[in-house]
């Protein structure tokens, strides 16, 4: 890999001889000055042939040149910090304003919301007053008791709370008194010179506070009466004026209006206002307080808009309701104009600080006071760099001086680090004194190419190894690969080599960069941890984890087969007697010969496992395809398992006895868990013990016999 062409080296303003390139086709094919790996350092080759490619080398240098005085100067710095700083404030104000509209949208989206809720919250309490006049529209007049029965069968204090009361006033000739039809009768109140009068004749809940109000002339007051005669005319649902509740009502000095529904003769309101005025007949109606109405809505330790409700105009003389009065500080307020039988309210919506706290964000401070710390960094960053030029190129020289060290740090590095060029063999450029160790060869082997690394790895690693490496030089990238290698003296090592794919300064991929590491006694550890996960330390059987997982694969199997199974639950009879009397490596000596003979009496496709102590499991496969056949089957093997286990146990001079209690449960696919068939076999175990011990027991009546004694 030395050069035998020699050439100049100028470093330093001193000329001296060095080592060109070993490839002259490929020294041709470059410019005057390029960096050339030699041992790992880097220098600068001289080669006055190839001056005919100097200028497009020295257009590119130039313009690197360039940038690189840009760099140095201080103005480009300050120039940066100004263009970024706009930019961040920038960005700062358009987010910003994002968010405002974007909660302007959520305080509009929510006000759309509270006013149909307020919209559908008085049709509810019109369709109550709408189903009192069909009462008195179907029956022609009602008694004072069916009125009663209807109001009680509302539960307004349960169901509608913002209802006063609701009563039922007839259209009176003036001056005369009404009759109930039931013996009750009422005289209409204030006397005066109204057609026709319009007095209260039923009024429920029937109770203290309301019965004063029977024979009120409701026309007495023209707001009402306004109502009630828009309510005639048309036909609908009329809401008043706003009014102040009277004394009797129990609501002095608070805001109310009412809500009349017209009653016409046999439901029939006529095509015209005439007619509908010779038809009428009353007037079912309800008093509305505005703060019962409105407050259960509107009115809560969490809500985050406040509402006030006008009737007409927003004036204080108009206010029906008011939330909690004056928002100080808020920044959103709006207002709906809302329909309401007849009447044009006017809804006022306000913001609270809980919704401003719900709308605010963060992320515009984040962004403005973020991008200035981002600004001020690349601003120290350039204008340190423009300060600190001299001196990186002063460290720059002395990289060079540090070379031989790291050479010297890298021998002393575990493992072999590596070099060698892509392509196949892979030659190998340079090796580090490591390999010796790793693969008893000393490296001069490699690097002559007396030896090839390849060689030395496993045979059945060898393909795995070779994709692995040709996908990352595929794509440019990291690899890393455990395998096992052949060392001189004979001997298997596992290996872990991690590797980069390099490229020189035109962009090909030329080098394999990597190390080499001895994992050998952590993949033994890693086998031997496997070992204690799975199985059995004493009889290396598998333990209750490996046993659960395979009955769980052999279960999915037979459910696509369709073929049965069984599981068997071993139990060794006077075990403890053997342990207590003759300790416990006499114990372990027989649980060892019973995982023996347990192995040698199944099929090789069946499964063996200690769940722990005496207690042992058998998965018994492909019994057949009916339940019959696969008990019959299980019978005549654990029959077979039940003899050989009840033979004697040799330990050292002494023959001790031990027989087994088997319980069987057969299976077929998934119709039970793991742990059920589990625990239904040991049932069946703990019966063939309770049964006299050494014998066999299926579960419940899976078999053509109950039981199969020894």
């Known amino acids: 890999m030395r050069s035998k062409k020699k050439g100049k080296r100028r470093r330093g303003g001193r000329t001296r001889r060095g080592a060109a390139p070993a490839r002259s086709t490929a020294a041709s094919a470059v410019p005057a000055r390029f960096p050339v790996s030699a041992n790992g350092g880097t220098v600068i080759i001289e080669d006055e042939a190839a001056e005919p490619h100097i200028p497009a080398r020295t257009t590119h240098a130039s313009g690197l040149r360039r940038i690189s005085t840009l760099l140095d100067r201080e103005s480009v710095a300050w120039a940066t910090l100004v263009i970024t700083l706009i930019l961040t404030v920038a960005l700062w104000r358009f987010s910003d304003l994002e968010f405002v509209r974007r909660a302007d949208e959520a305080f509009q989206l929510d006000v759309d919301k509270l006013t149909r809720l307020l919209g559908n919250d008085v049709q509810d309490y019109e369709q109550v007053l709408r189903g009192g006049a069909a009462l008195f529209e179907a029956s022609g007049r009602a008694s004072r008791e069916e009125w009663r029965r209807y109001v009680r069968t509302l539960a307004l204090g349960q169901s509608f709370p913002g209802i006063q009361d609701a009563g039922y006033a007839p259209v009176t000739p003036r001056g005369a008194a009404f009759r109930s039809g039931d013996g009750f009768d009422a005289a209409i109140r204030p006397v005066g010179d109204r057609v026709p009068h319009g007095g209260v004749l039923y009024t429920g809940p029937f109770d203290a506070l309301n019965l004063p109000a029977s024979g009120q002339d409701l026309r007495a007051n023209p707001v009402l009466g306004e109502a009630m005669d828009r309510a005639r005319d048309t036909g609908r649902p009329a809401v008043s004026g706003k009014i102040m509740l009277a004394p009797t009502a129990g609501a002095q000095g608070k805001a109310a209006f009412l809500m009349f529904v017209p009653v016409y003769r046999d439901g029939l309101p006529g095509d015209t206002t005439a007619a509908r005025r010779d038809a009428l007949t009353g007037f079912v109606y309800s008093p509305f307080r505005a703060a019962d109405l409105l407050s259960p809505r509107f009115v809560g330790p969490v809500r985050s808009l406040e509402i006030e409700v006008f009737d007409g105009e927003p004036a204080p003389s108009n206010l029906l309701f008011s939330s909690s009065g004056y928002v100080h500080g808020t920044h959103r307020v709006t207002e709906r104009a809302l329909d309401v039988g007849g009447r044009a309210w006017t809804v006022r919506v306000k913001s609270t600080p809980r919704f401003e706290a719900g709308t605010r964000s963060s992320q515009p401070e984040i962004i403005l006071f973020g991008g200035l710390t981002l600004d001020l960094l690349l601003f120290s960053m350039l204008y340190m760099n423009a300060r600190h030029r001299r001196a990186m190129r002063a460290v720059a020289r002395k990289l060079e001086q540090s070379l031989e060290s790291f050479r010297t740090l890298v021998e002393n590095v575990p493992g072999a680090v590596f070099r060698s060029e892509v392509g196949s063999p892979r030659p190998v450029l340079q090796l580090s004194h490591g390999v010796h160790a790793l693969t008893g060869e000393p ?65 090909r991929t030329r080098w394999l960069d990597g190390l080499i590491l001895d994992v050998t006694e952590r993949k033994a550890a890693e086998i031997m941890i496997r070992d204690l996960a799975f199985n059995d330390p004493l009889t290396g059987l598998p333990n209750r984890r490996l046993f659960l ?31 207590d009397t003759f300790g416990h490596e006499a114990g372990d000596e027989v649980l060892n010969e019973v995982a023996r003979r347990l192995v040698a009496s199944v099929r090789e496709s069946d499964t063996v496992a200690r769940l722990g102590g005496d207690e042992f499991v058998v998965i018994l496969d492909n019994l057949g395809d009916t339940a019959h056949a696969a008990c019959a089957e299980a019978g005549e093997l654990g029959y077979k398992i039940l003899v050989r286990l009840a033979q004697p146990y040799r330990v050292g001079e002494r023959l001790l006895n031990s027989t087994p209690s088997i319980g069987i449960m057969p299976f077929c696919g998934h119709a039970f868990s793991p742990d059920e068939l589990l625990r239904r076999a040991d049932q069946a175990m703990y019966k063939a013990k309770s049964a006299g011990r050494n014998r066999l027991q299926f579960y419940e009546a899976h078999s053509p016999a109950a039981a199969l004694v020894g």
Not at 479 to 505: H, K, L, P
Not at 556 to 578: N, P, V
Request: aromatic share 8%.
């Open 549 to 579: 997982d395979r009955l769980e694969h052999q279960l999915a199997a037979s459910s696509r087969t369709g073929q049965h199974g069984a599981l068997l639950f071993i139990d060794m009879d006077e075990f403890k007697s053997i342990n």
């Open 443 to 507: 490296p001069e082997r490699f690097l002559s190419g007396a030896l090839s690394y390849a060689d030395l790895i496993h045979p059945d690693d060898r393909a795995m190894v070779s994709t692995t490496v040709a996908e990352a030089i595929a794509r440019r990238g990291l690899y890393n690969i455990e395998y096992r290698i052949r060392t001189a003296d004979g001997f298997t090592r596992w290996v872990s080599e991690r590797g980069r794919v390099s490229a020189d300064q035109a962009g």
